[in-house]
């Protein structure tokens, strides 16, 4: 089954810092833009970041903005996000996705957990 593999969450004190992997190799992901998605306990999953094929255009939630960046590396078939300053509320299962042309996702991963204690 054709599925991005996320890694790299664990468990740090607030203010801490992770870096979240994400590969995706294959013909079913080259071309496309890629997302960052999260789910917290009893929430529904929420939007964190995209970045399209060439890595020049990027977004973010406005809960992550300027604490978050999201960049790719084709040579490895990784997608990554760098999550600065953590707080409590950013503890969730971090997902990501390819984004489609219909602006939906499709093929998710199994997720990583992030937890940030306070």
């Known amino acids: 089954q054709v599925q991005p593999v996320e890694s790299g969450g664990g468990l740090v004190q607030a203010g801490g810092s992770l870096r979240l992997s994400c590969v995706a190799s294959g013909r079913t992901f080259s071309g496309f833009p890629m997302g960052w998605f999260r789910q917290a306990p009893g929430k529904e999953r929420e939007f964190v970041s995209s970045?399209?094929?060439?890595?020049?255009?990027?977004a973010y939630a406005d809960s992550v903005k300027d604490r978050f960046t999201v960049s790719r590396d084709h040579a490895k078939n990784a997608v990554y996000l760098q999550m600065n300053n953590l707080k409590p509320e950013d503890t969730a299962v971090y997902y990501c996705?390819?984004?489609?042309?219909?602006?939906?996702?499709?093929?998710w991963g199994q997720g990583t957990q992030v937890t940030v204690s306070s």
């Open positions: 970045i399209n094929w060439s890595g020049g255009t990027t």
């Open positions: 996705a390819r984004k489609t042309a219909a602006d939906r996702y499709d093929y």
